[in-house]
């Protein structure tokens, strides 16, 4: 069975540009996830769903950054305009409630120039 | 500051020997997961523990729950390198609340 999927693996950006990011959970999983992982802040989440309707997106740094979930399939977390300082790996995970376990994505690294 | 804090924050040994590492809040948690990651992945789920005081064992690796729900420790006996990677908690502060990660122990065991 496919794990979550994650795309791009690596992106490499100028700053200014738009960067998204893009996930398709597992296959009836109910919660979706996206992280932000660095070396100074360790694991940090960002958003959550449930059933594609946003739950709590307290970790959302700033209004440059926004996800979506159109349907129960695919979600995308968007960066507008991106800085050097949103470097970092993303990791979208899915998981069957929102206190179960996590699975996760091989993350999209993100270098912002 | 994190809500779990976990220790240490790095820790090289040499195969064969023990390792513990620590995951410690002033928080209550319904349940508290431990989580490992390897290089250029992301965290797989090791254990689940629930109960104040839980004891659980995977093959080498213990896993303790605090009794009052607050702390918990992951220790591992003759540590190989294939243990080696970044063990995180993560922890449930209310039944049905989302999970919060600690800040992760990176592990290195040495051939």
């Known amino acids: 069975d496919a794990g979550v999927i994650q795309s791009p693996r690596h992106e490499v950006t100028e700053m200014g540009q738009e960067v998204t990011l893009r996930c398709k959970p597992i296959s009836g999983h109910n919660s979706l996830f996206w992280y932000r992982q660095t070396m100074m802040r360790g694991l940090e989440l960002l958003i959550y769903f449930n059933n594609n309707v946003p739950i709590d997106d307290s970790g959302m740094p700033e209004d440059r950054f926004s996800a979506k979930m159109p349907n129960a399939s695919f979600s995308t977390l968007k960066i507008q305009p991106s800085e050097p300082r949103d470097s970092a790996v993303y990791f979208c995970?899915?998981?069957?409630?929102?206190?179960?376990?996590?699975?996760f994505g091989e993350g999209s690294r993100l270098t912002v120039l | 500051t994190q809500l779990l804090e976990q220790s240490p924050q790095f820790l090289s040994i040499q195969e064969g020997e023990n390792l513990t590492v620590y995951c410690n809040s002033s928080?209550?948690?319904?349940?508290l997961q431990w989580y490992r990651q390897e290089p250029g992945e992301g965290p797989v789920l090791l254990v689940t523990v629930v109960t104040g005081g839980e004891v659980k064992k995977l093959k080498r690796l213990t896993f303790q729950f605090g009794d009052a729900r607050k702390d918990s420790s992951l220790h591992i006996t003759a540590a190989q390198p294939g243990d080696t990677g970044l063990y995180l908690c993560a922890g449930e502060e209310a039944a049905g609340n989302k999970l919060t990660f600690g800040g992760g122990t990176r592990v290195l065991v040495k051939p």
């Open positions: 928080s209550v948690f319904s349940s």
């Open positions: 995970a899915s998981s069957i409630t929102n206190t179960g376990e996590l699975f």
